[in-house]
Every structure is written in structure tokens, then in C-alpha cells.
């Protein structure tokens, strides 16, 4: 597996190991000692499944708050998606930066997003298929999101009129939320 750290630290794509012949590919989507080796030191404990019908739906911008904020390790199983974050770390010099990454079932590319970051993604494709396992159980309570075209952050997401849920929809700006985000 191939490991790259982005201009956001802690945050990192992830190329598994692909042996691909006449039947079709084999791949270990997950191994904790190899993970661990590469730097990612965190006990999973959930792994979460989402469809999303149509392309052009958005899911985000979400996060947790300090006490069960989680990290995540993303990755596409049928479709495509540009998966954004954006770090909510107060005292990192990319507070407040965003990144997207092109995830699809074709390149199986992994995103391993640590705590205090948002995260949301566009399907690019229709039926997109996206499993993430995190290690902090939800918590209703702590759950955040901001508004997926929040001005502050300006995130390119290239599409007009995105399919949201309710919830989403309805999304504070980032700056009504008042937050104080630790640094780790």
C-alpha cells in the first residue's frame, strides 16, 4: 500500500495494493498493522455504509465536537466522489483550508480524515456506494455541520443544484456556529 501525506497534516490518501487477474482484483481494504505502520494509530470501532441515488447529491458538511469527534477512513465500493474536508483545527496554519479528493470504486484510492476535521462529499456518479469506518460512536449531541456552500470556506464542488437532505439544507454558516476546535 501506497501512503501520501497531503498539504494538510494528518491527512492522508491511501493507494491499497490491487492483485488484479482474470476473476476480477483481491485487496486488504483494511489491515490494522499496516495501518498502524503507516502512521494511522486509532481503534475503529464502526464502519458505516451509505447509498447515494443520484449524482450530484451532497452529504456534509459534518463533524463532531472535541469530546466525540471522530476520525475516518473513507472509501468508495461502486461510483465515484469528491470527498472534501475541511480542517477545524484553531491553531493550524490550514485552519479553515479545504481539500477534495476524486474516490471511486475504479482507483479504490482510501481517505484517512484525522479528528477535528469536517467532512462531506459529492457523488459524481448515480448509485455511489460509500463505506467509512470511524472510532468514536455517533453522538447526536455533539454532531455539527455548516452550509456545504459555507462563503468563509468557498469550496469548489462543480455542481449548480445539489440534491441535500433537510438537514443539510438547513445548515448554519460556519461562523454562527461559535466553535472552539482543539489543535490535535
Known amino acids: 500500500m501506497k501512503v ?3 498539504e494538510i497534516d494528518g491527512l492522508l490518501l491511501i493507494e491499497p495494493t490491487v492483485f488484479n487477474d482474470n476473476r476480477g482484483f483481491f485487496m486488504e ?4 498493522e499496516k495501518y498502524k505502520d ?3 494509530d486509532v481503534e ?3 464502519d458505516n455504509h451509505s447509498l447515494s441515488i443520484s449524482k450530484g447529491t451532497i452529504r456534509g458538511m459534518h463533524f463532531q465536537l472535541e469530546a466525540k469527534s471522530q476520525s475516518k477512513l473513507i472509501r468508495v465500493i461502486k461510483g465515484e466522489i469528491l470527498n472534501v474536508v475541511v480542517d477545524l483545527r484553531t491553531q493550524s496554519k490550514t485552519f479553515l483550508k ?9 482507483n479504490k484510492h482510501q481517505l484517512f ?4 476535521f469536517a467532512n462531506g462529499f459529492c457523488s459524481l456518479s448515480d448509485n455511489c456506494e460509500v463505506e467509512y469506518k470511524v472510532d468514536e460512536i455517533y453522538s447526536p449531541e455533539h454532531e455539527r455541520s ?6 468563509q470556506i468557498n469550496i469548489k464542488w462543480d455542481v449548480e443544484n445539489p440534491i441535500l437532505s433537510d438537514k443539510d439544507m438547513k445548515a448554519p454558516s460556519f ?4 466553535l472552539k476546535i482543539d489543535n490535535r
Open 44 to 46: 475503529f470501532i464502526q
Open 175 to 178: 461562523e454562527s456556529l461559535n
Open 29 to 32: 481494504s483494511y489491515s490494522k
Open 98 to 106: 479545504w481539500l477534495g479528493f476524486n474516490l471511486s470504486a475504479e
Open 38 to 40: 503507516a502512521g494511522i
Open 4 to 6: 501520501t501525506g497531503t
Open 146 to 151: 455548516f452550509i456545504w456552500n459555507e462563503p
Open 113 to 116: 480524515v484525522p479528528k477535528n
